[in-house]
């Protein structure tokens, strides 16, 4: 594989000598997907589905084109693969339908790992219904999700379990396997948000073994968009808010009013990139550039990592907080020397809550991704080395 430095001509957003942390947040767009996007909209095709003309064809083929390859890249049926504007309006128009099957008693178990947008639609289908929202928490020291406790809260009653496959904050990836396992037993479906995932690991739906799979595009190099893969009779099953005319089956049922056609071809071209790439790859790649930043971190005094100390159990994204200093303040200093990081809660409130960080601000969150390079790291470790030695 290529490294870092070498595929940063791919990604002409890169400009201006920034060192690109705010992955996590939205990554830089492909080249790729960029053509494929501008191509689309002059290429005469720019039309609708269901037509009689050659224009027309050409929209249902790139429907179809891209479900299949975006099938492909998460092992998923494409027959349940939904495009939408992002994840968290995909998400509340999902549980806006499955609030209308659920009834007091019922019970939805999420975590305090999770980003907002796998919190807060359930908590309103739940107030909605009359149904039990209830979250697992995390260890503060370990910063694994309890699975014990998760699956003690998974009772009879439970009908949906809502979790993460890599926190956005924390880039905790709790073992999915025995939740996935005690949700089915007791006939439960399972939602995993696989947004801050699937840019760092492959996925195989079919092995995790959800019922539902959310993803953002824009999170792995392509355009603002939301992908969700749904289990096709779950799918067609469920009481979707929808127009007359639109199709009573098939992905088409979730996606109200006509589709972001050029989103939508860059979006397959972005798959493209990621199956090109070959998922394990990245993943050993992004390790290696990782390991170090997560290493140099630890050892400088008055630096705190609120994370997994090694690689195992984790993506590569970081968060920390250095004594003296708030949040907010090391981003501007950070941003000064051109390295962009986010800070505050990242929309995980409940973790930033859970850990206590709420009133001083959160953190400061640095991801890893594909085009991150060694150097960009050595610059951030610079930087953080200053502003920890005063304080
Ligand atoms: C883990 C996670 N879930 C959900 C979302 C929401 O995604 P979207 O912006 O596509 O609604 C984000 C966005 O940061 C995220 O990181």
Redesign the pocket.
């Known amino acids: 594989m290529s490294s870092s430095v070498d595929i940063q001509h791919r990604f002409p957003g890169l400009n201006g000598g920034w060192a690109r942390f705010d992955g996590?947040?939205g990554t830089q767009m492909v080249d790729s997907a960029h053509r494929a996007m501008t191509e689309f909209a002059s290429s005469g095709i720019n039309a609708n589905t269901g037509g009689y003309f050659a224009a027309a064809n050409e929209c249902d083929a790139l429907l179809e084109r891209t479900r299949g390859v975006l099938g492909t890249l998460f092992g998923a049926n494409p027959e349940g693969i939904c495009l939408g504007a992002?994840?968290?309006?995909m998400t509340m128009a999902l549980t806006r339908a499955i609030a209308r099957t659920l009834k007091p008693g019922d019970r939805v178990v999420g975590t305090k790992l999770?980003?907002d947008?796998?919190v807060s639609p359930w908590r309103i289908a739940c107030e909605l219904s009359g149904a039990e929202h209830v979250l697992a928490p995390f260890n503060t020291s370990t910063f694994e999700l309890d699975t014990d406790a998760m699956i003690a809260l998974i009772t009879p009653n439970t009908k949906w379990v809502a979790i993460?496959g890599?926190?956005?904050l924390l880039g905790t990836a709790p073992n999915l396997k025995p939740i996935i396992d005690a949700a089915h037993n007791v006939g439960a479906r399972v939602f995993v948000?696989a947004?801050?995932l699937a840019v760092h690991r492959q996925i195989d739906i079919g092995q995790i073994g959800c019922d539902v799979l959310?993803t953002?595009p824009?999170?792995w190099y392509g355009p603002h968009a939301?992908v969700r893969c749904v289990e096709p009779e779950l799918l067609n099953s469920l009481p979707v808010a929808k127009v007359r005319p639109a199709k009573n089956i098939g992905p088409s049922r979730f996606e109200t009013g006509t589709p972001n056609f050029e989103g939508i071809a860059a979006v397959e071209a972005a798959a493209r990139f990621l199956i090109e790439e070959d998922m394990n790859k990245v993943e050993s790649y992004e390790n290696g550039i990782f390991l170090p930043l997560l290493n140099g971190l630890q050892n400088i005094d008055g630096v705190k990592v609120w994370g997994r100390p090694t690689l195992e159990g984790r993506v590569p994204t970081v968060s920390f907080t250095i004594q003296g200093h708030r949040p907010d303040h090391v981003a501007q200093v950070l941003a000064q020397a051109r390295i962009a990081v986010w800070s505050g809660s990242?929309?995980a409130v409940e973790a930033v809550d859970q850990l206590g960080l709420t009133e001083s601000g959160g953190v400061v969150r640095a991801g890893v991704t594909r085009y991150v390079s060694a150097n960009d790291v050595d610059r951030l470790l610079e930087v953080v080395t200053s502003l920890a030695s005063n304080r």
């Open positions: 996590p947040a992002n994840m968290t309006t999770d980003h947008a796998n993460t890599a926190s956005n948000d947004v801050h959310a953002s824009y999170k939301g990242s929309y």
